[in-house]
């Protein structure tokens, strides 16, 4: 089980970009798969990126807006959001490894 702790979100008018970041308890290096998730009320949860067995995929809805990252050194999973919409309004979570959750942050695009 590792711990992982999300920052960066907040609110942005559309367009506008963010950079979230999940802070993870042990080597982001030795976690796989790892992703990120977002959830709107009333929707299902779902993918917005995911590197899995060194590959990565993205949500049909990013349209190479978004990008996944490792940062070694500060270990952490982050995900570069530019080109912000309305619709992806959300809370993003972070995933690891089979189960392994983080609580959450919240994303508000609006003007």
């Known amino acids: 089980q590792v711990q992982l702790v999300e920052s960066g979100g907040g609110l942005v008018q559309p367009g506008g970009s963010l950079r979230l970041s999940c802070a993870a308890s042990?080597?982001?290096?030795?976690?796989?798969?790892v992703a990120w998730y977002r959830q709107a009320p009333g929707k299902q949860r779902e993918l917005v990126a995911g590197?899995?067995?060194?590959?990565?995929k993205y949500g049909d809805f990013v349209k190479g807006r978004f990008t996944i990252s490792r940062d070694r050194a500060k270990n952490t999973v982050n995900l570069q959001m530019n080109s912000l919409e309305p619709d992806d309004t959300a809370v993003y979570y972070c995933?690891?490894?089979?189960?392994?959750w983080g609580q959450g942050t919240q994303v508000t695009v609006s003007s």
């Open positions: 590197m899995i067995g060194g590959n990565i």
């Open positions: 042990r080597s982001v290096i030795s976690l796989n798969p």
């Open positions: 995933k690891a490894n089979t189960n392994d």
